[in-house]
């Protein structure tokens, strides 16, 4: 039988009874009724990143509590090795790519929802992509990936437009920890701003890898880091590529063998130049479910949001912990300064320097600018003034369009400055 | 939808549309342009509209390696500074701490990098290893061996390295600026 597009009678009972009155805590902007039901089950359009171990999990949330226009970007294929938690996929599937199989899952599971896949990368997308939702999701396993959707998120926020602010929810889980965030952007602690927190990825001395390896990670690494480059070359090494994980594999082996090491195999070797955590599934239900209703939340202003940060650490019994993450002056995402500058379009770079260093708010000396393409003028190092030099006189206007913009750095600011510029 | 917009307008501090420059490459400018170097090091960018690709020159003013020229490459990626430069040197050395593929062994480079740390600190951290070559965390295992058995010998090799000799039937290169 085909699958309904129509809602049946009770389908929402449950979650109307929260959109259907105002409780003593809901937020003083939420009107209950069918206007709210409407903009979630109609208009409320949201994007989730990463199909994976946290995309599932979030897919299917977002489906059952209402959410019907449903976008989500994977670049990654099945892997047999998946199937254990990522219950959308089934063996038929491996090979295949994530958000496809995802999105046709969850339309023939869950009636009446558009979930619309890109198997690709983030950066692949524009401004005009991300701006078309009003919230974004993330289930993602990378630093990297994070760090631009973050970046891109905060660029995005125009002041002339409310609709350009789109809160980024952000999950994530290592064995049995986990956590869950909402950024508003420049309006709240973003993720560029608790970079520091992070966990160092696992690094090995790089002399132990080289002479007395105790570990069978320590043979890994010598495979991976030492005779990679030193039997191959320039040659990239492909950490997706089953045959470079075997070439060292076997390499690692015959190391751990010299060295009576035992506990080299084929998936260790890729968990450890793939940096692999053991991912827990019930680890990723919660946090995905965290995220989820955080995203009915604010998509609904029902009740209160998480202020900002919530963190779970599953490995000794269980403890949580909910706080709220400062935003930093000087991040380099969304602290610092921005500044509108008018300046004559006959002003030279050595102009524009002094206005800047005799601004009395700002306080910079010995600036340095760019642009988002080029330098402009380099205080340091030699080469790079010497290069730079002859930009000094020459009108900014030749090197920067108007309403362009020029990064400026020097000891005296925390990170930099954004200039603005407008030619008179 | 809850309205973010009106929590914004009350923040006085909110930050106007900044550019779209990445943070690692405005880090990397930070970095760079605030360089303080003694004379004995100098960075070379090949091309100087590629910021995060560039040599450093070591020219020991003092120790056991004074009167070398010493040239590492920097290479650094989208991700910095949550991971570190990856640096090597572009020579074949004697040097107890840099194996014959050029690969470094320096805390800060691998174990021990953290993102408060900078490209400042890294040069300096490669000069230190030329001022006191170190024995205990060895990658080129016989300069580290001749190192604590007999100092004057490993002196004499690393004079001959630096000059292009032959040592052990490995061919150094000459590094004699």
Request: charged letters at 25%; hydrophobic letters at 35%; glycine letters at 6%.
């Amino acid at each position: 039988m085909p699958a309904t597009t129509q809602d049946w009678d009770e389908r929402y009972y449950h979650v109307d009874q929260i959109l259907e009155k105002p409780g003593p805590r809901t937020d003083p902007g939420f009107l209950a009724g069918d206007e709210v039901k409407e903009f979630l089950r109609e208009k409320c359009k949201i994007l989730v990143i990463g199909a994976g171990g946290l995309g599932c999990e979030i897919l299917a949330n977002l489906a059952l509590t209402g959410f019907k226009d449903i976008h989500v970007i994977d670049m990654d294929t099945i892997d047999i090795s998946n199937l254990n938690r990522q219950f959308l996929f089934r063996p038929k599937d491996v090979g295949n790519p994530k958000a496809i199989v995802a999105a046709e899952f969850i339309m023939n599971r869950v009636p009446g929802v558009t979930v619309t896949p890109y198997y690709g990368k983030i950066q692949d997308k524009d401004d005009d992509y991300y701006m078309q939702f009003n919230l974004v999701i993330c289930g993602l396993d990378s630093v990297e990936a994070r760090r631009w959707i973050n970046a891109t998120l905060v660029n995005m926020v125009d002041p002339e437009n409310p609709e350009s602010l789109k809160p980024l929810i952000d999950g994530g889980t290592e064995g049995f920890k986990g956590q869950a965030r909402v950024i508003l952007p420049t309006v709240s602690s973003c993720y560029e701003c608790s970079l520091d927190m992070l966990n160092k990825p696992t690094a090995f001395p790089i002399c132990t890898i080289a002479n007395t390896p105790r570990l069978p990670e320590h043979c890994i690494e010598w495979a991976s880091v030492l005779e990679w480059p030193r039997v191959h070359g320039d040659k990239k090494m492909d950490t997706d590529d089953p045959e470079h994980i075997s070439w060292l594999y076997n390499q690692a082996a015959a190391r751990a063998k010299d060295f009576k090491i035992e506990g080299v195999t084929w998936s260790l070797t890729q968990g450890v130049v793939k940096n692999i955590i053991p991912a827990i599934a019930s680890t990723n239900a919660i946090i995905a479910a965290s995220c989820c209703n955080e995203a009915f939340k604010i998509a609904t202003s029902s009740a209160a949001y998480l202020n900002n940060y919530f963190m779970l650490i599953g490995t000794d019994g269980v403890y949580s912990y909910t706080f709220e993450h400062e935003k930093r002056d000087d991040c380099p995402v969304c602290g610092g300064e921005a500044l509108d500058m008018s300046i004559s379009s006959e002003t030279t770079v050595e102009q524009l320097i002094e206005l800047l260093i005799e601004k009395q708010d700002i306080q910079i000396k010995k600036p340095s600018l760019s642009t988002p393409t080029a330098q402009i003028y380099f205080q340091a190092p030699p080469q790079l003034e010497a290069a730079t030099r002859p930009n000094l006189t020459k009108k900014v206007s030749e090197l920067v369009p108007a309403d362009g913009e020029i990064t400026v750095t020097s000891t005296s600011l925390p990170f930099s400055l954004s200039l603005r510029i407008s030619y008179t | 939808m809850l309205k973010i917009w009106s929590m914004k307008k009350n923040e006085d501090a909110v930050a106007k549309k900044k550019p779209k420059t990445s943070a690692a490459q405005i880090r990397v400018q930070k970095d760079l342009t605030e360089l303080d170097l003694p004379d004995t090091m100098k960075t070379h960018f090949p091309d100087p509209n590629d910021l995060l690709n560039f040599t450093l020159t070591i020219t020991p003013d003092d120790g056991m390696y004074k009167g070398g020229s010493f040239v590492f490459s920097f290479a650094i990626n989208t991700n910095y500074p949550h991971e570190p430069p990856k640096v090597k040197c572009t020579q074949t050395i004697y040097h107890p701490n840099v194996d014959l593929e050029g690969n470094v062994c320096l805390n800060i480079l691998r174990e021990d990098w953290k993102p408060v740390l900078n490209l400042n600190s890294v040069m300096v951290g490669l000069q230190y290893l030329f001022l006191e070559p170190n024995a205990d965390d060895p990658l080129n295992k016989d300069a580290a061996q001749e190192l604590i058995k007999n100092r004057e010998h490993f002196l004499s090799n690393v004079k001959q390295s630096m000059r292009g000799y032959n040592i052990k039937g490995v061919q150094y290169q000459n590094v004699m600026g």
